[in-house]
């Protein structure tokens, strides 16, 4: 099973609030940028429509891709972070905020600045503290990244932040807090199935395989399922794989047609991430014992599938704090 990273989950519909202001064609837009950044694909066309717009969610996520393209905080960059915080998009103030070791400050061309990185993060921890102490859930877990208090974290968990209860159980299974031993693993699972069941797919994942681990295969049938049906890369390629190539060991009944429908599904991934590894590996092993009506129907499945699923995923983390 693949590492799991430490996540922000960012969904790929939007409320009407967070859309504000957008017309439909930049709405559209916006969804379609970000489907397509979450799959580590060119989505600076799209999310510029929507940055255009004005929108500030929009405008961050820009600029993370044209960053991440860059390998530094370009003049085009930094208009686009401060578009989003002037707007009072938190994540927008923390980059700009945590600047000063970036690149164009050792080449001593960064562009003109409005604000210094530490007013920045100075407004940033404001607000954020403001709004955890009315019990905000993300604001609480920013404030915890900001300043790592630990009380912040579990506080973020307890007031039901899917990424600060994932957060939770890895440090509780690190080491982290003071628990008795025989109680520490309960712990964990606890939070991440406070996790799982905020809509966390890498939390589901981590359940999959404590549940394996234990022998438990009906929950980790399961969780392995639910995972997949967000899109997780991760869990799309798990659920298929022991459906179709190892179903003896989750107890699954064999389902080439909807094992190889699923990992079929992943050659859209090809913009990052080792999804295509797998593909390749893996897509022949259960095509080698079907016959083409099987692969067709497998193939009709996959379409079936995608359609009634939220497209596919890596959820990488909304920014690295």
Same mark, same amino acid.
């Given at each position: 099973?693949?590492?799991?990273?430490?996540?922000?989950?960012?969904?790929?519909?939007?409320?009407?609030?967070?859309?504000?202001?957008?017309?439909?064609?930049?709405?559209?837009?916006?969804?379609?940028?970000?489907?397509?950044?979450?799959?580590?694909?060119?989505?600076?066309?799209?999310?510029?429509?929507?940055?255009?717009?004005?929108?500030?969610?929009?405008?961050?996520?820009?600029?993370?891709?044209?960053?991440?393209?860059?390998?530094?905080?370009?003049?085009?960059?930094?208009?686009?972070?401060?578009?989003?915080?002037?707007?009072?998009?938190?994540?927008?103030?923390?980059?700009?905020?945590?600047?000063?070791?970036?690149?164009?400050?050792?080449?001593?061309?960064?562009?003109?600045?409005?604000?210094?990185?530490?007013?920045?993060?100075?407004?940033?921890?404001?607000?954020?503290?403001?709004?955890?102490?009315?019990? #905000?859930?993300?604001?609480?877990?920013?404030?915890?990244?900001?300043?790592?208090?630990?009380?912040?974290?579990?506080?973020?968990?307890?007031?039901?932040?899917?990424?600060?209860?994932?957060?939770?159980?890895?440090?509780?299974?690190?080491?982290?807090?003071?628990?008795?031993?025989?109680?520490?693993?309960?712990?964990?699972?606890?939070?991440?199935?406070?996790?799982?069941?905020?809509?966390?797919?890498?939390?589901?994942?981590?359940?999959?395989?404590?549940?394996?681990?234990?022998?438990?295969?009906?929950?980790?049938?399961?969780?392995?399922?639910?995972?997949?049906?967000?899109?997780?890369?991760?869990?799309?390629?798990?659920?298929?794989?022991?459906?179709?190539?190892?179903?003896?060991?989750?107890?699954?009944?064999?389902?080439?047609?909807?094992?190889?429908?699923?990992?079929?599904?992943?050659?859209?991934?090809?913009?990052?991430?080792?999804?295509?590894? #797998?593909?390749?590996?893996?897509?022949?092993?259960?095509?080698?014992?079907?016959?083409?009506?099987?692969?067709?129907?497998?193939?009709?499945?996959?379409?079936?599938?995608?359609?009634?699923?939220?497209?596919?995923?890596?959820?990488?983390?909304?920014?690295?704090?």
């Amino acid at each position: 099973m693949k590492n799991l990273r430490i996540i922000a989950l960012f969904a790929l519909f939007f409320s009407g609030a967070a859309c504000a202001g957008l017309t439909v064609a930049e709405q559209a837009a916006k969804a379609r940028g970000l489907m397509l950044f979450n799959q580590y694909k060119a989505a600076q066309p799209e999310l510029r429509i929507a940055a255009e717009g004005g929108n500030a969610e929009a405008q961050f996520y820009l600029a993370e891709d044209l960053r991440k393209e860059k390998q530094y905080i370009t003049t085009e960059v930094y208009k686009w972070y401060e578009a989003s915080a002037e707007q009072g998009d938190l994540y927008a103030m923390i980059r700009l905020g945590r600047s000063n070791g970036d690149l164009c400050r050792t080449m001593n061309n960064c562009p003109s600045e409005k604000k210094k990185p530490e007013e920045w993060l100075a407004e940033a921890t404001t607000i954020a503290k403001e709004k955890a102490d009315r019990g #905000d859930a993300e604001s609480l877990y920013i404030m915890y990244e900001l300043t790592a208090d630990r009380k912040l974290l579990e506080q973020s968990a307890n007031a039901g932040n899917p990424v600060a209860q994932y957060r939770m159980a890895i440090g509780d299974r690190q080491g982290e807090g003071f628990l008795l031993p025989w109680k520490r693993q309960q712990s964990v699972e606890t939070w991440f199935l406070a996790s799982a069941k905020g809509g966390n797919p890498k939390a589901m994942m981590q359940l999959f395989g404590i549940y394996r681990e234990k022998g438990d295969l009906e929950q980790a049938r399961y969780w392995v399922e639910q995972a997949a049906s967000t899109g997780y890369e991760s869990g799309v390629y798990n659920y298929g794989y022991f459906l179709a190539v190892e179903p003896n060991t989750l107890g699954f009944t064999m389902d080439k047609t909807k094992g190889y429908a699923l990992i079929s599904l992943l050659k859209e991934l090809d913009g990052g991430g080792a999804a295509q590894v #797998d593909v390749e590996e893996t897509l022949p092993q259960i095509a080698k014992d079907m016959t083409p009506k099987e692969i067709e129907h497998a193939i009709q499945f996959a379409k079936k599938w995608k359609n009634e699923h939220p497209p596919l995923s890596f959820y990488p983390e909304k920014i690295e704090f």
